[in-house]
Nanobody
Framework: QLQLVESGGGLVQPGGSLRLSCAGS????????IGWFRQAPGKEREGVSC????????NYADSVKGRFTISRDNAKNTVYLQMNSLKPEDTAVYYC?????????????????WGQGTQVTVSS
Protein backbone atom coordinates (compact mmCIF):
# COMPACT_ATOMS: atom_id res chain seq x y z
CA GLN A 1 0.00 0.00 0.00
CA LEU A 2 1.42 3.35 -1.05
CA GLN A 3 1.59 5.94 1.72
CA LEU A 4 2.00 9.65 1.04
CA VAL A 5 3.22 12.31 3.46
CA GLU A 6 3.02 16.03 2.74
CA SER A 7 5.26 18.64 4.33
CA GLY A 8 6.24 22.26 3.88
CA GLY A 9 3.03 24.04 4.78
CA GLY A 10 2.87 27.02 7.08
CA LEU A 11 1.96 30.66 7.49
CA VAL A 12 3.17 33.09 4.83
CA GLN A 13 2.41 36.69 3.95
CA PRO A 14 0.66 37.58 0.69
CA GLY A 15 3.18 37.62 -2.13
CA GLY A 16 5.36 35.08 -0.38
CA SER A 17 6.43 31.58 -1.37
CA LEU A 18 6.28 28.05 -0.02
CA ARG A 19 7.43 24.70 -1.35
CA LEU A 20 5.37 21.66 -0.51
CA SER A 21 6.81 18.16 -0.65
CA CYS A 22 5.06 14.84 -1.07
CA ALA A 23 7.08 11.79 -0.09
CA GLY A 24 6.06 8.24 -0.85
CA SER A 25 6.69 5.01 1.04
CA UNK A 26 7.26 2.12 1.09
CA UNK A 27 6.58 1.89 -2.65
CA UNK A 28 8.36 4.00 -5.25
CA UNK A 29 6.46 6.95 -6.67
CA UNK A 30 7.96 6.58 -10.13
CA UNK A 31 5.09 4.39 -11.30
CA UNK A 32 2.39 6.85 -10.22
CA UNK A 33 1.04 10.10 -11.54
CA ILE A 34 0.74 12.61 -8.71
CA GLY A 35 -1.76 15.36 -8.12
CA TRP A 36 -1.97 18.21 -5.65
CA PHE A 37 -5.38 19.19 -4.34
CA ARG A 38 -6.58 21.71 -1.79
CA GLN A 39 -9.60 22.19 0.39
CA ALA A 40 -10.58 25.42 2.10
CA PRO A 41 -13.08 25.50 4.97
CA GLY A 42 -16.63 25.10 3.69
CA LYS A 43 -15.49 24.37 0.15
CA GLU A 44 -15.11 21.26 -1.96
CA ARG A 45 -11.70 19.74 -2.60
CA GLU A 46 -10.28 21.14 -5.84
CA GLY A 47 -7.45 20.12 -8.11
CA VAL A 48 -4.38 22.34 -8.18
CA SER A 49 -1.84 20.56 -10.35
CA CYS A 50 -0.74 17.15 -11.57
CA UNK A 51 2.34 15.54 -13.06
CA UNK A 52 2.89 12.39 -15.07
CA UNK A 53 4.96 9.43 -13.95
CA UNK A 54 8.17 10.62 -15.63
CA UNK A 55 7.46 14.33 -15.16
CA UNK A 56 7.00 14.98 -18.86
CA UNK A 57 3.42 16.17 -18.62
CA UNK A 58 1.89 18.62 -16.20
CA ASN A 59 -1.36 20.47 -15.78
CA TYR A 60 -2.52 23.35 -13.59
CA ALA A 61 -5.77 24.86 -12.45
CA ASP A 62 -6.36 28.26 -14.01
CA SER A 63 -6.26 29.87 -10.57
CA VAL A 64 -2.59 28.91 -10.05
CA LYS A 65 -1.12 29.01 -13.57
CA GLY A 66 2.00 31.12 -13.70
CA ARG A 67 2.37 31.05 -9.90
CA PHE A 68 2.71 27.36 -8.97
CA THR A 69 5.13 24.81 -10.40
CA ILE A 70 4.91 21.07 -9.92
CA SER A 71 8.00 18.88 -10.26
CA ARG A 72 9.25 15.51 -9.18
CA ASP A 73 12.51 13.81 -8.29
CA ASN A 74 11.96 10.10 -8.66
CA ALA A 75 15.43 9.36 -7.28
CA LYS A 76 14.29 10.99 -4.02
CA ASN A 77 10.79 9.52 -4.28
CA THR A 78 9.37 13.01 -3.84
CA VAL A 79 7.04 15.38 -5.69
CA TYR A 80 7.13 19.13 -5.10
CA LEU A 81 4.76 22.03 -5.46
CA GLN A 82 6.52 25.39 -5.60
CA MET A 83 4.04 28.12 -4.77
CA ASN A 84 4.96 31.73 -5.51
CA SER A 85 3.02 35.00 -5.33
CA LEU A 86 0.70 33.47 -2.78
CA LYS A 87 -2.69 35.05 -2.21
CA PRO A 88 -5.07 34.84 0.75
CA GLU A 89 -7.41 32.77 -1.42
CA ASP A 90 -4.70 30.08 -1.64
CA THR A 91 -5.30 29.34 2.05
CA ALA A 92 -6.34 25.70 2.39
CA VAL A 93 -5.24 22.25 3.43
CA TYR A 94 -3.12 20.89 0.59
CA TYR A 95 -3.13 17.18 -0.22
CA CYS A 96 -1.05 15.10 -2.57
CA UNK A 97 -2.55 12.03 -4.19
CA UNK A 98 -1.43 9.25 -6.50
CA UNK A 99 -3.06 7.45 -9.40
CA UNK A 100 -1.87 4.67 -11.67
CA UNK A 101 -2.09 6.49 -15.01
CA UNK A 102 -1.71 10.16 -15.83
CA UNK A 103 -4.63 12.28 -16.90
CA UNK A 104 -4.89 16.04 -17.30
CA UNK A 105 -8.26 15.81 -15.57
CA UNK A 106 -7.87 16.94 -11.96
CA UNK A 107 -10.66 14.90 -10.44
CA UNK A 108 -10.18 13.77 -6.84
CA UNK A 109 -12.28 10.68 -7.48
CA UNK A 110 -9.71 9.34 -9.94
CA UNK A 111 -6.89 9.21 -7.40
CA UNK A 112 -6.26 6.06 -5.42
CA UNK A 113 -3.95 7.09 -2.57
CA TRP A 114 -3.98 10.23 -0.44
CA GLY A 115 -1.77 11.94 2.11
CA GLN A 116 -3.01 13.47 5.33
CA GLY A 117 -2.64 17.07 4.16
CA THR A 118 -0.61 20.11 5.17
CA GLN A 119 -2.05 23.50 6.11
CA VAL A 120 -1.14 26.57 4.05
CA THR A 121 -2.24 29.92 5.43
CA VAL A 122 -1.65 33.14 3.52
CA SER A 123 -2.26 36.13 5.73
CA SER A 124 -0.69 39.40 6.78
Amino acid sequence: QLQLVESGGGLVQPGGSLRLSCAGSPLTLRYYAIGWFRQAPGKEREGVSCISENGGRTNYADSVKGRFTISRDNAKNTVYLQMNSLKPEDTAVYYCAARYYYSDYLSPGQYNFWGQGTQVTVSS
